[in-house]
């Protein structure tokens, strides 16, 4: 099977939100998740669904990559339930995202137009409440360093921007910084000037960090 690499960055959501929304005595639990996988995307729904078994309908829209997506209206008119969702998921450009949308029927019917609302309304308010994030490829630089250095690479790397950890101190410093992918050379470049080339840098792990928007 062909694997599907992730880009460099790309837009999703928090790791979880969940929220409730009154429409025509219809009561709608808006929930989103942030999924690594199709497959966590259907537990995620399955989950909902056994929780909610019973509820009116359980409808749902999951984006992943750009040509893995899906949707459904769970017993709601053709096209007014799942599609709106998954048509918000698309206007805040998220991918590896699944909303469910339980509805609990009130008495009053909403008709197509309400319902393409409603559950537009209820997708949107599930992103709203988990919170939008750029989750970026990072690399980690180990960067080892003696203590006379210190007042200095504080002072520096403070400046950077920089996604830095909590520095360990033994015989050495050594602080472990994330640089986006591709900028490690720079950094490297910067510590080498800083400290004359008397530190020590070395290559860690790479991995997605989430970064303001």
């Known amino acids: 099977m062909k694997r599907t690499m992730k880009p460099d960055s790309y837009l999703t959501i928090a790791p979880y939100g969940e929220t409730e ?9 808006c929930r989103a998740k942030h999924v690594a996988t199709e497959a966590e995307a259907v537990q995620f729904v399955q989950d909902v ?13 999951y984006h992943i990559t750009e040509t893995t997506q899906k949707s ?8 007014t339930a799942g599609r709106p969702i998954l048509e918000v998921i698309h206007a805040k450009q998220c991918l590896y995202t699944a909303v469910v949308v339980t509805r609990y029927f009130g008495g009053i019917k909403l008709g ?27 690399q980690q630089v180990v960067i080892t360093f003696d203590y006379s250095f210190m007042g200095k690479m504080e002072h520096e790397l403070h400046r950077t921007g920089y996604l830095l950890e909590t520095p360990s101190f033994a015989d050495k410093v050594s602080w472990a910084v994330w640089t986006p992918l591709g900028e490690e050379q720079k950094l490297i470049e910067q510590v080498t000037n800083w400290t004359h080339g008397q530190a020590v840098l070395s290559l860690g792990e790479a991995e997605y960090k989430d970064v303001p928007l």
């Open 21 to 29: 929304i009154i429409i025509q005595k219809s009561r709608f639990i």
């Open 49 to 61: 669904s056994k929780k909610h078994w019973d509820a009116t309908h359980n409808c749902y829209a």
């Open 112 to 138: 197509a137009g309400g319902l393409v609302r409603a559950y537009s309304q209820g997708a949107a308010a599930a992103i709203e409440a988990a919170g939008l994030v750029k989750r970026m490829m990072h």
């Open 72 to 79: 459904s209206d769970d017993g709601e008119p053709a096209g």
